[in-house]
């Protein structure tokens, strides 16, 4: 079972930027898949970013192409998504998510096994 704690959310003001992490709690972290997916007030979840094991492949969703980067440092178990240019639509709680997945034609919730609880970006106009 892998544990996830993201943290780095807030308010920003538009075109800011902000830095999530995504801590998790087990050695085999270095194996998974992650991603980040966010969900707006009174909408679907949606896929926003994912980076392979080592890092060998990334993914965005073509909303947030260009202005958001996703990372990972295996030695401290942790990903990032760097996200600068920030829009009022990319208000939502932000969540980090593991999986084994490794390639997907549209990217979502059931390629993930593992969820952290979430943490909210405000952007403001």
């Known amino acids: 079972q892998v544990q996830l704690v993201e943290s780095g959310g807030g308010l920003v003001q538009a075109g800011g930027s902000l830095r999530l992490s995504c801590a998790g709690s087990e050695r085999t972290f270095t194996s998974y898949t992650m991603a980040w997916f966010r969900q707006a007030p009174g909408k679907e979840r949606e896929f926003v970013s994912a980076i392979t094991r080592g890092g060998h492949n990334i993914y965005y969703a073509d909303s947030v192409k260009g202005r958001f980067t996703i990372s990972r440092e295996d030695a401290k178990n942790t990903v990032y998504l760097q996200m600068n240019s920030l829009e009022p639509e990319d208000t939502a709680v932000y969540y980090c998510?593991?999986?084994?997945?490794?390639?997907?034609?549209?990217?979502?919730?059931?390629?993930?096994?593992?969820w952290g609880k979430g943490t909210l970006v405000t952007v403001s106009s």
């Open positions: 998510s593991a999986g084994r997945t490794t390639w997907a034609l549209v990217w979502s919730q059931s390629d993930m096994d593992f």
